[in-house]
């Protein structure tokens, strides 16, 4: 396209807080930046400058001591702010905004804490945890939904120093215990059920299997959600909430102030081929990574109203509570996105003024297939942003946006990962939004695609790299003493230099533009092809409601094959098969085409919300599926093995 979707307007460019950070830089260095380029350019070729400064300009509670990185030049080993104390709690219950949060659960549950009435429900959480003996370095499970104790039980959490994790309560028992089991916790907080689709599913009998192999736990926490006088006597070591607390009256909470690095939170690799990794973040880099990303890169002011759709199972529930200490309010909302009538996030939006509205390209994907129009429907006056992230999001759905839902909105595609807490590439809220592509790197972080050699390229696909070291690196991996786990898993491939596993492509107008993940990429006749290509051209049919692809080891090659899910009461035959195989001929190239297409009625996908052809590509193969529990669907495979048409040519 020769113009972009959308453009910022002269006014929003100049009270954007980047333009405000850049002028502030100028003068505090005595620089000339002129724009973003310049700006990133500075922050990676003067890290310390840039992280030191940001630390001041975000006001930062904590001590930064003098050293800002040392051994600068190892990855892993480099070491941020190594004399700093801060607490992470403390930064946000400092910043929050006089209403803290606002909480809808479906259209069952609504409601809302001020900042004085999280901040005491912090402090009286922060007693009983202490009562129960969590202190600096312990941890605190949460087997818990999005609701408003589960970030009030976080908060107090990190005010001790002790290490919070989390999963949603879908999670099968074993999926939990493969998470938990590893860390140890010393509290479990679960709640009695939770709504999904507008029905009540009970945690209280899976919670009582889940403490069974989890011996550590002293005590495990029920928080009333749908019934609030639920009983827990049938679970080990259970109490109820309002007795965990009732010994405890609200104080001011006090803060521990600790290094830099001290281990915040731990999250979870998907688990699709193993049992999941255990990933260390510390509580500055997050936080500093978090100020950075919801301030410059997404605009967000005091009194802005933040919303993403999230689970307490993904990173962006951790990226999004970090917004308290950025004067949002919160916009939590748990359950599913279409209940009751696939309007409700849109009445969200504007019965609470929402600011950032932030989903998955799926959740868009869904929408357009649809057929909602949340413009013609909603006034949606308050959005200013619209981020996507959770899988590549497609140029026709950049299109169906601004189209769609609004004309006039920043739509920021993001990616980055539970590896890195936050984003390499997200959004810039000065600059324009070119159709199908993410618009800039992170400040700070070093991005590069690189090619198989290891050289920077530009305008074909590489491996998405970041050459210098930056904050919100993980600390290491949880019973990973010797680090030999965590440097396989990032800097393996090329020596001292962050592999992050995507595909990724540098556009002309410096965009970004991610084709899958690495491990995906089909190869037929020596050829790389990203996934995320084909999905594109497919998903646009009308027959087709989704689809998932993978190669098939065949012949001494790799041959293409195409699972497709189609529109209900359809069939997959032979016209249908050779409209889909001339979209993928016509716009991507002959390789792309699909030696094999296969009708399944659902595909495998992580809790989540991503797919997963690494567990199709096994199925299919006649390989074990290491660890179906990390899926939320995990029946779905049963389509996948043992297909009569996959075993002929």
């Given at each position: 396209m020769d113009a972009p979707l959308w453009r910022p307007s002269d006014e929003r460019v100049a009270a954007s807080n980047l333009t405000a950070f850049r002028a502030a830089a100028n003068a505090r260095f005595g620089l000339k930046l002129?724009?973003?380029?310049?700006?990133?350019?500075?922050?990676?070729?003067?890290?310390?400058?840039?992280?030191?400064?940001?630390?001041?300009?975000?006001?930062?509670?904590?001590?930064?001591?003098?050293?800002?990185?040392?051994?600068?030049?190892?990855?892993?080993?480099?070491?941020?702010?190594?004399?700093?104390?801060?607490?992470y709690a403390e930064n946000l219950l400092a910043g929050a905004a006089d209403e803290a949060l606002v909480f809808w659960g479906e259209d069952k549950v609504k409601r809302r804490w001020t900042r004085a009435e999280l901040t005491?429900?912090?402090?009286?959480?922060?007693?009983?945890?202490?009562?129960?003996?969590?202190?600096?370095?312990?941890?605190?499970?949460?087997?818990?939904?999005?609701?408003?104790?589960?970030?009030?039980?976080?908060?107090?959490?990190?005010?001790?120093?002790?290490?919070?994790?989390?999963?949603?309560?879908?999670?099968?028992?074993?999926?939990?215990?493969?998470r938990f089991g590893q860390i140890e916790p010393k509290v479990l907080f679960f709640p009695d059920a939770y709504w999904y689709n507008g029905k009540a599913h009970d945690v209280r009998g899976k919670a009582a299997e889940v403490l069974k192999d989890l011996p550590t736990v002293v005590h495990a926490v029920c928080v009333p959600y749908v019934d609030e006088k639920a009983d827990v006597s049938a679970v080990p070591r259970g109490i109820a909430y309002r007795d965990f607390l009732a010994p405890h009256q609200a104080a001011q909470p006090t803060f521990e102030r600790l290094p830099f690095n001290h281990p915040l939170f731990i999250l979870y690799s998907s688990g699709t081929t193993g049992k999941p990794k255990c990933i260390v973040h510390g509580a500055g880099g997050t936080l500093l990574q978090h100020l950075k990303e919801h301030r410059l890169h997404c605009d967000l002011k005091p009194g802005d109203r933040l919303f993403y759709f999230t689970t307490c199972g993904w990173m962006m529930w951790n990226w999004l509570v970090t917004g308290l200490a950025s004067g949002c309010t919160l916009l939590l909302y748990d359950g599913s996105p279409f209940a009751p009538d696939g309007n409700i996030l849109f009445d969200y939006a504007d019965a609470e003024?929402?600011?950032?509205?932030?989903?998955?390209?799926?959740?868009?994907?869904?929408?357009?297939k649809g057929g909602l129009e949340p413009k013609t429907t909603h006034s949606l006056a308050s959005v200013r942003a619209l981020t996507s992230t959770g899988s590549p999001l497609m140029p026709e759905n950049f299109d169906y946006v601004y189209r769609a839902i609004k004309g006039d909105l920043h739509l920021a595609s993001i990616s980055g990962g539970t590896d890195i807490v936050s984003c390499f590439v997200l959004g810039n809220p000065t600059a324009p939004v070119w159709r199908g592509e993410i618009q800039t790197r992170g400040l700070g972080l070093a991005v590069e695609s690189f090619s198989d050699d290891g050289h920077p390229i530009r305008g074909e696909k590489g491996e998405l790299v970041c050459t210098r070291p930056f904050p919100s690196m993980p600390i290491g991996f949880w019973n990973d003493p010797d680090g030999r786990k965590y440097r396989s898993a990032?800097?393996?491939?090329?020596?001292?230099?962050?592999?992050?596993?995507?595909?990724?492509?540098?556009?002309?107008?410096?965009?970004?533009?991610i084709y899958g993940r690495s491990d995906a990429v089909l190869n037929p006749g020596g050829v790389r092809i990203g996934t995320a290509e084909i999905y594109r051209q497919v998903e646009q049919l009308p027959e087709i409601m989704e689809a998932i692809c993978i190669g098939q080891e065949w012949d001494g090659d790799v041959r293409v094959v195409l699972f497709v899910v189609l529109r209900e009461g359809l069939t997959l035959d032979k016209?249908?098969?050779?409209?889909?195989?001339?979209?993928?001929?016509?716009?991507?190239?002959p390789r792309h085409v699909p030696a094999k297409i296969v009708q399944v009625t659902d595909i495998p996908r992580t809790r989540s919300g991503k797919i997963t052809e690494l567990a199709v590509r096994d199925a299919v193969h006649g390989r074990p599926i290491k660890n179906t529990e990390a899926l939320a669907n995990p029946q779905a495979l049963e389509q996948f093995t043992g297909r009569a048409e996959l075993a002929s040519s």
């Open positions: 002129d724009g973003y380029d310049a700006l990133w350019d500075w922050s990676v070729a003067k890290k310390e400058d840039f992280w030191r400064f940001l630390w001041d300009w975000a006001d930062v509670k904590g001590e930064p001591g003098s050293d800002v990185l040392r051994d600068g030049d190892r990855m892993p080993g480099a070491q941020w702010f190594p004399d700093a104390r801060l607490n005491a429900e912090v402090s009286r959480l922060q007693q009983a945890l202490k009562a129960a003996g969590v202190g600096v370095g312990d941890r605190v499970a949460a087997y818990m939904p999005n609701m408003p104790e589960t970030l009030a039980a976080m908060l107090a959490t990190a005010s001790l120093g002790a290490t919070w994790s989390s999963c949603s309560p879908d999670f099968g028992v074993q999926g939990v215990v493969d003024r929402m600011t950032l509205f932030g989903t998955s390209a799926k959740y868009i994907q869904s929408l357009e990032y800097f393996e491939r090329f020596d001292n230099i962050w592999t992050h596993g995507d595909f990724i492509e540098q556009t002309a107008h410096g965009g970004w533009v016209s249908l098969e050779d409209t889909i195989r001339k979209r993928i001929r016509d716009n991507c190239s």
